[in-house]
């Protein structure tokens, strides 16, 4: 009796330990979706700018940019703002600072968070695109930012 309480208690302690582990894994599965997520939004909002630079707001691949862009960080705000493992590991992406603040700091309709952080990606991305494709000048051309565009293969984000 005793031999099988003791595997009873076995058993039962290491479903225990395995279910502890599947759910830190399936964090961490979440805080890394979340973080690569958050990265690709950020870098398509670069090369939507990037696009408006050119003067091809209006083309395909920027509405098509534009769609992913505005699928992604929809997302993304849903789980950061719900999932407190992911807003507290928000610092590991490349995303700016200004972003997460925004984020965090947002008591407006997602519409508006959305062009707010926009907004931020286009005066980091034109003083970009200015100092290494316009070097020199006092206007940016649309041909620096077709050259950003290609330079950051935003091609890869169009599908």
């Not at 509405?63 to 719900?82: A, G, Q």
Request: hydrophobic share 40%.
């Amino acid at each position: 009796m005793s031999k099988t309480l003791c595997l009873l208690i076995i058993l039962i302690s290491s479903y225990s330990m395995a279910s502890d582990n599947l759910n830190i894994q399936v964090i961490d599965d979440l805080n890394t979706q979340s973080i690569h997520a958050v990265d690709n939004v950020y870098k398509i909002s670069k090369c939507m700018i990037d696009l408006e630079i050119a003067g091809m707001s209006g083309s395909k691949e920027y509405i098509k940019l534009y769609n992913k862009f505005y699928d992604e960080i929809i997302h993304y705000i849903n789980i950061y703002s719900k999932n407190k493992e992911v807003y507290e590991n928000a610092y590991l992406s490349n995303v700016p600072v200004t972003w997460r603040t925004t984020i965090d700091a947002n008591k407006l309709p997602v519409d508006i968070l959305i062009g707010r952080l926009l907004e931020i990606t286009s005066d980091m991305e034109m003083r970009y695109v200015g100092d290494v494709f316009a070097r020199n000048r006092t206007t940016i051309p649309e041909s620096a930012g077709l050259d950003a565009y290609n330079t950051a293969r935003c091609f890869l984000f169009i599908k």
